[in-house]
């Protein structure tokens, strides 16, 4: 693992683009953003990319279209994660165990292994995912070494307490792969502002753009930070941005402001209200 520049400085690379049905494809234009990244800023820490990235916006996949699916993006994601001696949260591609068919955020080390997968646990029935995929049950947090990472996907923003656990476990920046499309663009926005400032953490949100299945993704791929402020945000052009991330700032504003503290304090209390009749 290459450490961060300096210590306590995280750079991030995400990019949003317009994924279609051809999936060599999809993965040629991560391919490029990454290249054109990689010439103007030298190196990151984490590269975040959107979900859907290389199969695009489907709703109906086979099992046979799964597996290639999934073999051809991590080896992307593998190659991608060596190039840039990042880690690279791949979010999303088909995960394919037996007859079961997940989507799932993968987590790449810098040397190319498979740290981890994220199995989107909210789908969303109204696309169609629930007849392509099962939901996971398990959400972890990540050492990497400059944060604890935690991972979420697309429809997760709407549940606060996933995000809520794993604070507690420790996470401090959260990589949210999305794919979310008009008129939903208000609700995406002031949900991952808002998880970033109740949670006092980074959060990096990475939506496709154009058209999909007659519908506008609107793109705006975002970094917020720990106050809900947005430090960084796209248009609806496919591109790219890096940011970086003050992990001592975050630290010292956790320090000043004990939130969960309090909220670990006081939640026996909550449980023990009753509303009479």
């Known amino acids: 693992m290459i450490p961060p520049v300096e210590e306590g400085e995280v750079f991030v690379l995400y990019l949003q683009f317009a994924p279609g049905r051809d999936v060599a494809a999809n993965l040629g234009q991560v391919d490029q953003h990454i290249a054109r990244a990689r010439k103007n800023y030298g190196r990151f820490d984490l590269v975040c990319l959107p979900e859907y990235f290389s199969l695009g916006v489907r709703r109906r996949l086979g099992r046979k279209t799964a597996r290639r699916v999934m073999r051809e993006s991590l080896a992307c994601l593998q190659g991608w994660a060596q190039d840039c001696q990042a880690y690279v949260v791949g979010g999303t591609i088909p995960e394919v165990r037996g007859d079961t068919v997940y989507d799932t955020a993968y ?21 169609g995912e ?13 050492e990497l070494g400059f944060c604890k990472l935690g991972i979420a996907v697309c429809r997760d923003l709407r549940f606060p307490n996933l995000f809520g656990g794993l604070r507690e476990q420790g996470a401090d920046i959260f990589c949210v792969p999305t794919s979310w499309n008009y008129p939903y663009d208000v609700d995406w926005e002031i949900l991952g502002r808002c998880r970033a400032l109740e949670n006092q953490a980074y959060f990096v949100l990475t939506n496709i753009t154009g058209m999909h299945q007659r519908e506008r993704f609107f793109g705006r791929s975002m970094a917020v930070d720990y106050r809900g402020n947005v430090i960084s945000m796209m248009d609806d052009r496919p591109g790219y941005q ?13 320090d000043t402001f004990r939130l969960f503290g309090h909220e670990e304090a006081r939640r026996t209390l909550y449980e023990q209200q009753i509303v009479g009749e």
Do not use: S
């Not at 629930?130 to 990540?142: H, L």
């Not at 991330?245 to 956790?254: I, K, N, S």
């Open 107 to 127: 987590l790449i080390d810098p040397c190319g292994d498979v740290v981890t997968g994220y199995r989107k646990m909210h789908l969303f029935a109204d696309w």
């Open 130 to 142: 629930t007849a392509i995929y099962r939901p996971g049950a398990e959400a972890k947090v990540v």
């Open 242 to 254: 890096v940011v970086h991330l003050d992990m001592r700032a975050l630290q010292e504003w956790r």
